[in-house]
């Protein structure tokens, strides 16, 4: 970020993401207020590499993937943008934005209010805070900077205390991610653990794990209302037809839970 910011300084990125088009809606294409609760939704993520598991696809082309997801059925599309562990970058927001017309998640880990005004300026419509990485004051300013730009916020937890740490900053897109960012150990029992701690109205996202249709079911059945998948996705052959058999078993473990 620091080297980002010695080329552009906060004035410039300000006036390029005031001119920039106007945020999508991801609060709304994750199901809203009266969340369509019987739809499991799909965050779908372009991930190159992570430090849990090294490299796990080249992705020379994130804008194709990008439409494979959309076109599998994807509500919103997560775009890994933090370059030394990830191998992502901000080009790739822009050639996923000029690709496609759902809500892009800028994933990064967010700890400067020049990377939530990077974000808007390269088009994206959500942005990542992590709980344990920010002050409670950091939560509320970040949240606000957001809300003024148009932006939602997926606010990550893993903890009982960090999921109240979210609901005080009124958090509406709430995720636990069931991989321990420390150990990187991935505990999929967490999710049903925690889920019901979130406050209800909030889109409840599960996050990291996702394998097969069968942890799909177990995140739907326990009240995950969307998912976030990465490394299933980048490493399947047919991304667009993972997505759809995803949300299927996720409508099925929902009626049933229902
Ligand atoms: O993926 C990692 O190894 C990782 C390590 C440290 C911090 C964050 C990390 N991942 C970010 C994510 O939250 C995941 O990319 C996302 O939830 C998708 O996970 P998966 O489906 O297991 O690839």
Same mark, same amino acid.
């Given at each position: 970020?620091?080297?980002? $910011?010695?080329?552009?300084?906060?004035?410039?990125?300000?006036?390029?993401?005031?001119?920039?088009?106007?945020? /999508?809606?991801?609060?709304?294409?994750?199901?809203?207020?009266?969340?369509?609760?019987?739809?499991?939704?799909?965050?779908?993520?372009?991930?190159?590499?992570?430090?849990?598991?090294?490299?796990?696809?080249?992705?020379?082309?994130?804008?194709?993937?990008?439409?494979?997801?959309?076109?599998?059925?994807?509500?919103?599309?997560?775009?890994?943008?933090?370059?030394?562990?990830?191998?992502?970058? /901000?080009?790739?927001?822009?050639?996923?934005?000029?690709?496609?017309?759902?809500?892009?998640?800028?994933?990064?880990?967010?700890?400067?209010?020049?990377?939530?005004?990077?974000?808007?300026?390269?088009?994206?419509?959500?942005?990542?805070?992590?709980?344990?990485?920010?002050?409670?004051? $950091?939560?509320?300013?970040?949240?606000?900077?957001?809300?003024?730009?148009?932006?939602?916020?997926?606010?990550?937890?893993?903890?009982?205390?960090?999921?109240?740490?979210?609901?005080?900053?009124?958090?509406?897109?709430?995720?636990?991610?069931?991989?321990?960012?420390?150990?990187?150990?991935?505990?999929?029992?967490?999710?049903?653990? /925690?889920?019901?701690?979130?406050?209800?109205?909030?889109?409840?996202?599960?996050?990291?794990?996702?394998?097969?249709?069968?942890?799909?079911?177990?995140?739907?059945?326990?009240?995950?209302?969307?998912?976030?998948?990465?490394?299933?996705?980048?490493?399947?052959?047919?991304?667009?037809?993972?997505?759809?058999?995803?949300?299927?078993?996720?409508?099925?473990?929902?009626?049933?839970?229902?």
């Amino acid at each position: 970020m620091a080297a980002r $910011q010695r080329l552009s300084g906060l004035a410039e990125v300000k006036e390029r993401a005031l001119a920039a088009a106007p945020a /999508l809606d991801a609060w709304a294409a994750l199901g809203g207020p009266s969340a369509q609760r019987d739809e499991l939704k799909v965050i779908a993520e372009i991930k190159r590499r992570s430090p849990s598991k090294g490299d796990l696809a080249s992705i020379t082309d994130p804008a194709a993937l990008a439409v494979q997801y959309a076109d599998g059925g994807a509500s919103v599309i997560s775009v890994l943008t933090e370059e030394r562990r990830f191998n992502g970058s /901000l080009a790739d927001l822009d050639s996923v934005r000029a690709a496609v017309d759902i809500p892009l998640l800028r994933k990064d880990f967010t700890v400067d209010e020049y990377q939530i005004w990077e974000a808007r300026a390269h088009g994206a419509d959500l942005i990542l805070l992590i709980v344990a990485a920010l002050s409670d004051a $950091q939560l509320q300013e970040f949240s606000a900077l957001s809300r003024e730009l148009g932006m939602n916020v997926l606010v990550e937890t893993h903890t009982p205390e960090e999921i109240e740490r979210a609901a005080a900053a009124q958090a509406r897109i709430i995720g636990v991610n069931v991989r321990n960012l420390k150990t990187l150990d991935v505990d999929r029992s967490l999710f049903a653990s /925690l889920a019901g701690n979130i406050p209800a109205g909030a889109v409840v996202v599960a996050e990291s794990g996702v394998r097969n249709a069968d942890d799909v079911a177990h995140y739907a059945g326990n009240g995950a209302h969307a998912i976030l998948v990465g490394e299933a996705l980048v490493s399947d052959a047919t991304p667009r037809e993972r997505i759809a058999e995803f949300k299927a078993a996720g409508a099925a473990a929902m009626a049933v839970s229902r």
